[in-house]
């Protein structure tokens, strides 16, 4: 099984500024795999980005993924007010199918 | 716009059974699997299980393995979840989502609370 680690834990930011949230797999698994999720308080996870780069339908393009093997990362160019929150990233193993999500970054105003 | 409601949650003793509802809305339902998604009080996100848009496969986290069951009712837009020998670490919001290209969940619903406590 394939295990997530995310870090930091918390990410302590003022709006503005630049995030980078890592996401490192404990084996290689294909960028098109591998997803990002927004959550905040009270609500269901947003999905921002998957096939590791790619933004999902209607998020702002401050939301950027890359990365590739093991090693991913979420960085968010410019923190608006509405950035705040916990994110996680994603992964899909097949053969059989199974879905695993790292432990969360949260994202907290400074 | 595209919908998933889910409903049956609540307070269940250990041991007992219950049965999750997802309702969609907004898109063509035969087309899309439907995944399971639980999320214990405080605690990350745990995938539980997937039903494929036909029906025809359904997958499971060993955790519920054996005592979860996912089946969808295509002429009625939804998905269930039958939940049996319940246990205290059951005890979670379930969201219901939407599968994105096999490997993402690209829509959610709301959630519901499940809570196994004697």
């Known amino acids: 099984e394939i295990v997530l680690t995310q870090s930091p834990g918390t990410l302590s930011l003022s709006p503005g500024e630049r995030a980078t949230l890592s996401c490192r797999a404990s084996?290689?698994?294909?960028?098109?795999?591998l997803a990002w999720y927004q959550q905040k308080p009270g609500q269901a996870p947003r999905l921002l980005i998957y096939?590791?780069?790619s933004r999902a339908t209607g998020i702002p393009d401050r939301f950027s993924g890359s990365g590739s093997g093991t090693d991913f990362t979420l960085t968010i160019s410019r923190l608006e007010p509405e950035d705040f929150a916990v994110y996680y990233c994603q992964q899909y193993g097949s053969s059989p199918p199974a879905y695993t999500f790292g432990q969360g970054t949260k994202l907290e105003i400074k | 716009q595209v919908q998933l409601v889910e409903s049956g949650g609540g307070v269940v003793q250990p041991g007992r059974s219950l049965r999750l509802s997802c309702a969609a809305s907004g898109f063509t339902f035969t087309n899309f699997g439907v995944h399971w998604v639980r999320q214990a009080p405080g605690k990350g996100l745990e995938w539980v299980a997937v039903i494929w848009f036909d029906g025809s496969n359904t997958y499971y986290a060993d955790s519920v393995k054996d005592r979860f069951t996912i089946s969808r009712d295509n002429s009625k837009n939804t998905v269930y979840l039958q939940m049996n020998s319940l246990r205290a670490e059951d005890t979670a919001v379930y969201y219901c989502a939407r599968d994105w290209l096999t490997w993402n969940f690209d829509y959610w619903g709301q959630g519901t609370l499940v809570t196994v406590s004697s």
């Open positions: 084996q290689s698994i294909s960028s098109s795999y």
């Open positions: 096939g590791a780069s």
